[in-house]
């Protein structure tokens, strides 16, 4: 993992988290018990699900720089279907307040991609790599060869 992406990967996570737990008292205040039981369910699959899609995310573009956009829309359109069918297939529990599950939901979603938004945009990415992919003795020897003065 790069140190931008785990960087960006932890401040997500700590902008959700305390978000998240408000929510999770919030439906517990407001809905009791299942409230509660609601509010956790729903961090834990915030959690899981956006840090799967940002580890997803990061294996993608690791070797491949130039896919970062569109597999990110891909990530992003696939975390989201995963969720609803999630909450489709929890649509008649009894064993959680779905209305606080939902609300949780999208709060701590929004929250982690807020973070998200956040770290990537004050970030300081390179857009170069600052390593050579040649080493300066293949670079000497390709420059000596065909004649070339950029070598000295």
């Known amino acids: 993992m790069q140190q931008n992406d785990a960087r960006i990967l932890r401040g997500s996570a700590l902008v959700a988290a305390p978000i998240g737990l408000i929510a999770t008292?919030?439906?517990a205040l407001l809905a009791g018990e299942k409230g509660l039981i609601g509010g956790l369910v729903?961090?834990?699959v915030v959690a899981v699900f956006f840090a799967a899609g940002s580890w997803a995310l990061m294996r993608l573009t690791q070797d491949r720089p130039q896919l970062a956009m569109s597999a990110g829309m891909l990530v992003y359109v696939v975390q989201i279907l995963l969720i609803g069918i999630f909450v489709i297939s929890?649509?008649?529990s009894t064993a959680f307040s779905g209305r606080a599950f939902g609300l949780t939901l999208l709060v701590t979603a929004l929250a982690w991609l807020g973070g998200?938004?956040?770290q990537s945009l004050t970030s300081r990415m390179l857009y170069v790599d600052p390593e050579p992919s040649v080493p300066p003795q293949k670079r000497e020897a390709d420059a000596v060869t065909t004649g070339s003065h950029d070598a000295t």
Do not use: N
Request: zero cysteines; a positive charge; charged letters at 15%.
């Open 25 to 27: 008292v919030a439906s």
């Open 116 to 118: 998200q938004i956040k």
């Open 42 to 44: 729903a961090v834990a």
């Open 90 to 92: 929890f649509k008649g």
